[in-house]
């Protein structure tokens, strides 16, 4: 029987997992098959246990279940839990779910692509703090680096400090943010934005790096407003297919090949700007 993996979410209709994991299962010759599969709030528990009927060998879960996810499953890796959030599940053979957070490798692979710099002591600005934010701030203190985090809601980030930032971990308002930057040797931004059509007005970046976790549209606003500011940019294609690939071994103890697939993705990316 051929086997199911997909991504869970709202909204999923333009999700690239499709695209990337497709590829990966025909090279590898696996009798698979990966869908985009639109799930509201809500209705994780039904569909999953719909699924596991159906056979199902795991998941990718994006925005809004990333945190359910972690609730429903049965198990749970340390890095998972210590999260608070899932994006991959894989069923047990003795039935439900285990849950894994690839955001946190995938992050820390595409930060390397982009910079050989080491973080560890550097003050790190990260934009936002829900569950992307959460894998991206956990991956910066596990490798030493000094999380300023500010938020719309100042309470979410200061929960996100305290929890998962380490002892030096600062939070406060969007409205620090221009007058913050000066001290920060990158920013992260996982703000959503640019789904909205706006973004953050910066000052000059003099060469450091600004990493927009959103890809295309959505981050095309705030990209190009940083460039012109000077910054060095690097949107989430690459965060995506790190995170993707993690997955991919997860399920199939098998290490995809990237490059070709962050290819693809920008391809396809650009063509539709
Ligand atoms: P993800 O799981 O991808 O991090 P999320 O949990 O919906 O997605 O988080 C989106 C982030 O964008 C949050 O930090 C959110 O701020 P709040 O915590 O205050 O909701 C932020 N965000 C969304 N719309 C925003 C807006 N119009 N202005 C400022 N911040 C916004």
């Not at 981050?219 to 690097?234: E, V, Y």
């Amino acid at each position: 029987m051929t086997a199911l993996l997909g991504v869970i979410g709202d909204p999923v209709v333009h999700s690239l997992s499709p695209l990337i994991h497709n590829s990966w299962l025909r090279s590898a010759g696996l009798d698979a098959v990966y869908e985009a599969l639109q799930v509201a709030r809500g209705d994780l528990q039904p569909s999953l246990d719909a699924l596991e009927r159906r056979g199902a060998l795991g998941f990718n879960i994006t925005l809004p279940h990333k945190q359910e996810a972690l609730k429903i499953a049965q198990k749970a890796t340390p890095i998972a839990a210590k999260i608070g959030a899932a994006n991959t599940l894989k069923r047990l053979s003795t039935g439900g779910w285990q849950a894994e957070n690839t955001d946190y490798s995938g992050f820390l692979t595409a930060l390397k692509a982009q910079s050989e710099q080491d973080i560890a002591s550097k003050n790190v600005l990260v934009l936002g703090a829900g569950g992307a934010a959460r894998a991206i701030v956990h991956a910066l203190t596990e490798k030493g680096a000094y999380p300023l985090i500010l938020n719309r809601t100042v309470d979410k980030a200061k929960a996100l400090a305290k929890e998962l930032g380490g002892p030096d971990a600062r939070y406060g308002s969007l409205e620090a943010c221009y007058d913050e930057i000066a001290s920060v040797s990158l920013i992260i931004n996982t703000l959503s934005l640019g789904h909205q059509g706006k973004y953050l007005d910066l000052p000059r970046g003099g060469e450091r790096l600004f990493f927009d976790i959103s890809y295309g549209a959505a981050a095309k606003a705030q990209l190009t407003h940083a460039s012109t500011m000077g910054w060095r940019i690097c949107d989430g294609i690459d965060m995506l297919v790190g995170q993707a690939a993690a997955s991919f071994e997860i399920w199939f103890e098998s290490v995809p090949e990237t490059q070709p697939a962050i290819d693809r993705c920008r391809h396809i990316v650009e063509k539709t700007q």
